[in-house]
């Protein structure tokens, strides 16, 4: 394992090379005097392109401008947002915290839902439950989540005045921009408790239900499908027959053998899963008023701001080769028997 893990690690530099290559290979659709934009932070220096573009060598050859744009990114230039009137990198920094919340928040009650009505349906077959848990999933697989984020904002927000918008009540975003209260982290439900406030922290939560509930209705249906499916073929095997002809409780059979083989499909999902929440859920961020990456790269999308769409690119390679190494890691954890040769 440990032997795996190192030679994963070797190459995730040669991954993220790659996907540096292809993401630079992109930008080669656009001119010199456009790629030289992404890099004025003012009217002025807008300008003066031709200073630019000879400053970061965009009018050499492929090679030649690969490696001076590599060396910008390697030093935290990705570029001027003009979306954001900052560095991409400090937008990055400022936001990133936020989704990183808004993720684990999502992350792990939709895991755990998942599995459980998963495993529920499996074991109960072509019963009430099952046929409760697949019209579910059928419903969250087919509903889109923007469609059900209004409906709860409409409902929950409008209708019955309950949770709220945004990340915390006013006058505590006023005492962080403030200084009153210190941002240690940029996660407002933990900043709350490390400054002693559990009143920030409770009003941060109250804020997560509705996007938190939106995303697991959502994304917990794949993950009831594949592991109701999955576990009905580890259930139909060998083992399984055996265990419960050894007198096994059923309880035991099912959570601890038969659950246990048919959820490694389920890690792959949540793996990617945790990787793309990461970037921000953009229909969440946006309805809900969450200032995290997706609310920052939709409109920067649309209004074609470059290097924020580069920035975000990067930042998505990187998580995601990461998300594989840990699931990959996972399969040993849960399955000895895969080898890692």
């Known amino acids: 394992m440990t032997t795996f893990i190192v030679r994963r690690l070797l190459q995730l ?6 996907i540096s290559l292809l993401i630079f290979g992109m930008m080669q659709f656009l001119t010199p005097e456009q790629r030289a934009a992404t890099y004025a932070k003012s009217e002025q220096q807008a300008k003066n392109l031709d200073l630019i573009i000879r400053q970061y060598n965009l009018d050499q050859g492929f090679l030649v401008q690969y490696s001076t744009w590599l060396k910008q990114v390697l030093r935290g230039n990705l570029g001027y947002s003009k979306q954001s009137h900052e560095p991409v990198v400090t937008t990055i920094r400022k936001r990133l915290p936020v989704s990183a919340e808004l993720a684990l928040y999502m992350f792990f009650p939709t895991l755990l839902f998942g599995v459980w009505m998963g495993t529920m349906a499996a074991i109960h077959r072509d019963r009430f439950v099952d046929q409760v848990v697949r019209v579910f999933a059928i419903i969250g ?16 927000y409008g209708y019955f005045k309950l949770f709220g918008i945004g990340r915390a009540d006013d ?62 073929d580890v259930l139909n095997s060998d083992y399984v027959r055996t265990a419960r002809a050894k007198g096994l409780p059923e309880r035991v059979v099912n959570l601890k053998h038969a659950r246990r083989n048919a959820i490694i499909p389920v890690v792959t999902i949540a793996g990617l899963m945790f990787a793309f929440m990461l970037e921000g859920v953009f229909f969440i961020e946006i309805i809900f008023n969450i200032p995290g ?49």
């Open 13 to 18: 530099p040669i991954v993220l090379l790659a």
């Open 171 to 232: 006058r505590i975003m006023v005492e962080f921009a403030k200084g009153t209260l210190k941002a240690y982290t940029g996660m407002i439900t933990i900043d709350g408790i490390l400054n002693g406030r559990w009143d920030v922290t409770y009003s941060a939560l109250k804020r997560l239900v509705m996007p938190v509930a939106t995303y697991t209705i959502v994304a917990s249906a794949q993950i009831m499908r594949v592991l109701r499916s999955s576990m009905l």
């Open 293 to 341: 990456l997706g609310q920052w790269a939709v409109p920067a999308a649309i209004q074609l701001d470059f290097p924020a769409v580069i920035g975000i690119a990067l930042l998505t390679g990187l998580v995601v080769s990461i998300a594989n190494l840990a699931v990959d890691i996972l399969y040993g954890i849960i399955d000895p028997r895969i080898s890692f040769q």
């Open 141 to 156: 697989w087919s509903l889109p989540t923007f469609v059900l984020a209004i409906w709860m904002l409409a409902v929950f």
